[in-house]
């Protein structure tokens, strides 16, 4: 004969995962107005061209993207 098993420890297993806080994810820190989170598809060597080159990559990603335009040269 089969043992019943006890849904009650179970259940309440269940509901101290369904209640506990969400952990916090790593956040960015808050933005100054000047720029906007974006979700874009880069290449995978691309990335690992700039991670290669140190810690701070996005910002270095963000002065090449900015190189490329106009918006800091002097007219």
């Known amino acids: 004969m089969a043992k019943a098993i006890s849904t009650r420890a179970t259940g309440d297993l269940v509901q101290q995962v369904l209640e506990r806080p969400r952990a916090l994810k790593k956040q960015a820190p808050p933005s100054d107005g000047s720029t ?5 598809n880069v290449d995978i060597d691309v ?3 700039f991670k290669a080159s140190g810690g701070d990559w996005r910002a270095r990603m ?3 993207l900015r190189d490329t335009t106009d918006l800091d ?3």
Request: net charge positive; charged share 30%; hydrophobic share 50%.
């Open 73 to 75: 040269k002097d007219a």
């Open 62 to 64: 963000q002065k090449a």
């Open 36 to 40: 906007t989170k974006l979700t874009l």
């Open 47 to 49: 990335i690992a061209w």
